[in-house]
């Protein structure tokens, strides 16, 4: 079982709505999870992190983390053809500074 | 954006040659890692460093070494390179704990003919 796993995609998305990126993690001792957004052929750059249960906002972004479940997923409202990349998702391995990386999702957003 | 450059940015080898990338940053963080990317596999660990002369390997080490002789350097060396490692290779930095963002670099492409 791989440590990290991510909804398989492509995900198609219509400009506006919403789109919702899973990412389930196999570590119960995991504590920090972290959303990446790559653009093709450009390098990962951050978009969240979290660190508690519940929910983070930050402008269209929303994490949202439940360990109980070891699940944690990212909601992009109002989607713009802008967010069109690939989403990495990434939680910290136990009580460690190394990330493991899941395989990624990628998204379209259809104007 | 974080300081952080990597060197060089794209390289064609040939297999059985020794090649060595570089990364250096600006911002005096005492974690550096070094990642590859391939189609279906996301990223993952090479090796890493958390400090001068301090470095450890990841869950795909093989056939790699690294050095840090100094907090803004850190190299990765394809001891004889093979065509499993055309790869892109991304380095990434972070301040310290496990709660810190790594900041990735601009990567490099290396074809291994």
């Given at each position: 079982?791989?440590?990290?796993?991510?909804?398989s995609g492509?995900l198609?998305?219509?400009?506006?709505?919403?789109?919702?990126?899973?990412c389930?993690?196999s570590?119960?001792g995991?504590?920090?999870?972290?959303?990446?957004?790559?653009?093709?052929?450009?390098?990962?750059?951050?978009?969240?992190?979290?660190y508690?249960?519940?929910d983070?906002?930050?402008?269209?972004?929303?994490?949202?983390?439940n360990?109980?479940?070891?699940?944690?997923?990212?909601?992009i409202?109002?989607?713009?053809?802008?967010?069109?990349?690939?989403?990495?998702?990434?939680?910290?391995?136990?009580?460690?500074?190394?990330?493991?990386?899941?395989?990624?999702?990628?998204?379209?957003v259809?104007? | 954006?974080?300081?952080?450059?990597?060197?060089?940015?794209?390289?064609v080898?040939?297999?059985?040659?020794?090649v060595?990338?570089?990364?250096?940053?600006?911002?005096?963080?005492?974690y550096?890692?070094?990642?590859?990317?391939d189609?279906?596999?996301?990223l993952?660990?090479?090796?890493?460093?958390?400090?001068?002369?301090?470095?450890?390997?990841?869950?795909?080490?093989?056939g790699?070494?690294?050095?840090?002789?100094?907090?803004?350097?850190?190299?990765?060396?394809l001891e004889?390179a093979?065509?499993?490692?055309?790869?892109?290779?991304?380095c990434?930095?972070?301040?310290?704990?496990?709660?810190?963002?790594?900041?990735f670099g601009?990567?490099?492409?290396?074809?291994?003919?």
């Open positions: 079982q791989k440590e990290v796993e991510q909804n492509p198609s998305v219509p400009e506006g709505a919403i789109a919702s990126l899973n389930t993690y570590d119960r995991s504590q920090s999870f972290f959303w990446y957004r790559q653009y093709s052929g450009k390098s990962p750059e951050l978009i969240m992190f979290i508690s249960n519940g983070k906002e930050d402008g269209r972004f929303t994490a949202q983390l360990k109980a479940s070891q699940y944690v997923s990212l909601l409202r109002d989607s713009q053809p802008s967010d069109s990349a690939t989403y990495l998702c990434a939680v910290n391995i136990g009580n460690d500074y190394k990330l493991s990386f899941g395989a990624g999702t990628t998204v379209t259809r104007a | 954006d974080a300081g952080i450059t990597q060197s060089p940015r794209h390289k080898t040939e297999t059985g040659t020794p060595t990338l570089r990364c250096h940053q600006t911002e005096n963080h005492r550096m890692y070094w990642y590859r990317q189609p279906g596999h996301g993952r660990l090479i090796h890493y460093s958390y400090g001068v002369k301090d470095t450890d390997k990841g869950e795909v080490s093989d790699y070494s690294v050095s840090r002789s100094k907090t803004e350097d850190f190299l990765l060396t004889s093979t065509s499993s490692q055309t790869s892109v290779y991304f990434a930095i972070s301040e310290s704990s496990y709660q810190e963002t790594q900041y601009p990567g490099t492409r290396l074809l291994v003919l």
